[in-house]
């Protein structure tokens, strides 16, 4: 019986369906029309392209395929939720039937509906464990003390605001929130930050929110985090272990080391 996956944008699914291609599984892809790249064409067992909003034509497909099991990898950037979403009548119900369309109401509500049809939303790190970053200090530079009395109170704080489900990182500059995510993703947040510091060196704190579980919205840090920290002065990050995927770890770790960045992973704070 195949394993569903559905595709958004990034490394993150194209490596979860390597790994599955390498185990010998069955796993049959939705890529998401708006997010997903064409190379998991190559990689799944088979692949349907669906739309945001395609919720009925999802649950379509993984009856067609007689899957139980369904994954989210990769990200839907929170803009196109508002700007490109063309909802169909199974989600436009539960768009009004929803209190807050924050991530936590909109995929809870998405899970219960997937539950009621005989398809269970697993954990979104099932075939990418190894991926899981491990507590210590990753880079070969330890954070100085000043960074880490930055990276100690932006930990602090971004457990404080996971109780909202606002975003997953804050940038901390001289014990002070320069900025926190919200719609436009880590890297745009950490630019945003750059431009109010006057050159001040930020910190970045990523967290997993307060979820016990991994089912979706998963942290991900990888080169192209490491590109926007150099590019914006951030010289320390801190992650939750054993709940923030590293994308291709190697590149990630050679490139923070070549620009001197530090980055810990610790275990996750709750508020």
Not at 8 to 13: D, E, K, L, V
Not at 136 to 151: F, N, W
Not at 167 to 192: F, H, K, P
């Amino acid at each position: 019986m195949p394993i569903g996956l559905i595709a958004g944008n990034g490394r993150f699914p194209v490596l979860a369906l390597e790994a599955a291609k390498k185990a010998g599984m069955d796993v049959v892809a939705l890529g998401i029309k708006e997010e997903a790249s064409r190379e998991i064409e190559q990689l799944a067992t088979r692949t349907y392209w669906i739309s945001l909003g395609a919720l009925s034509k999802m649950i379509e497909i993984c009856h067609g395929e007689g899957i139980t099991q369904l994954m989210m990898c990769g990200q839907v950037k929170h803009t196109k939720i508002f700007s490109s979403i063309v909802p169909d009548w199974r989600l436009v119900k539960l768009l009004a039937s929803l209190e807050t369309k924050n991530t936590d109401g909109l995929i809870g509500g998405v899970r219960k509906i997937l539950a009621g049809e005989g398809i269970e939303l697993v954990d979104s790190t099932l075939l990418l464990k190894d991926l899981l970053a491990p507590e210590g200090t990753l880079t070969k530079r330890a954070p100085s003390d000043d960074e880490r009395r930055d990276l100690d109170y932006g930990t602090k704080l971004a457990a404080a605001l996971s109780a909202h489900d606002v975003g997953q990182s804050v940038a901390i500059a001289e014990r002070a929130c320069v900025a926190v995510e919200a719609m436009e993703g880590t890297d745009a947040m950490l630019r945003r930050a750059a431009s109010l510091v006057n050159g001040k060196p930020l910190r970045l704190v990523k967290g997993s929110r307060r979820r016990e579980h991994l089912l979706f919205d998963v942290p991900v840090i990888g080169p192209a985090t490491i590109k926007a920290m150099a590019e914006t002065g951030t010289t320390a990050a801190c992650i939750d272990a054993g709940r923030t995927l590293l994308l291709d770890r190697d590149e990630l770790i050679r490139e923070a080391d070549q620009a001197g960045i530090a980055i810990i992973a610790r275990a996750p704070v709750s508020n």
